[in-house]
Nanobody, 128 residues
Framework: QVQLLETGGGLVQSGGSLRLSCTAS????????MGWFRQAPGSEREFVAA????????????YYTDSVRARFTISRDNAKNTVYLQMDSLKHEDTAVYYC?????????????????WGQGTQVTVSS
């Protein structure tokens, strides 16, 4: 059974940092694009960041929504089947449940239906 498990959420003050991790089990996602989404109460799930199968230091692609660019960094360690989201300079409006997702293909996408596997989410709360 394929599972994506997010960890690292919590309560942090405005301006602080958190690092989310998403570890996959049941199969390898080394050849799959991965993404992070978030959903605040009363809002639709929105795209945060994505990374191609070889993203980061291997010369692949990363992409961010405008509101988090320069504050958040997505990375992956294919040997550990894990993707990360480093979140710095957090703002109150970053408060949401954060979800990890995996695509069935190599390249990134920003729309939720493009992703085939989802984690259960981890709560991030930023106090103002």
């Amino acid at each position: 059974q394929v599972q994506l498990l997010e960890t690292g959420g919590g309560l942090v003050q405005s301006g602080g940092s958190l690092r989310l991790s998403c570890t996959a089990s049941g199969r390898t996602f080394r050849r799959n694009a991965m993404g992070w989404f978030r959903q605040a109460p009363g809002s639709e799930r929105e795209f945060v960041a994505a990374i191609s199968w070889n993203g980061g230091s291997n010369g692949g692609s990363t992409y961010y929504t405008d509101s988090v660019r320069a504050r958040f960094t997505i990375s992956r360690d294919n040997a550990k089947n894990t993707v990360y989201l480093q979140m710095d300079s957090l703002k109150h409006e970053d408060t949401a449940v954060y979800y990890c997702a995996a695509r069935g293909t190599l390249t990134i996408a920003t729309m939720p239906p493009a992703y085939d596997y989802w984690g259960q989410g981890t709560q991030v709360t930023v106090s103002s």
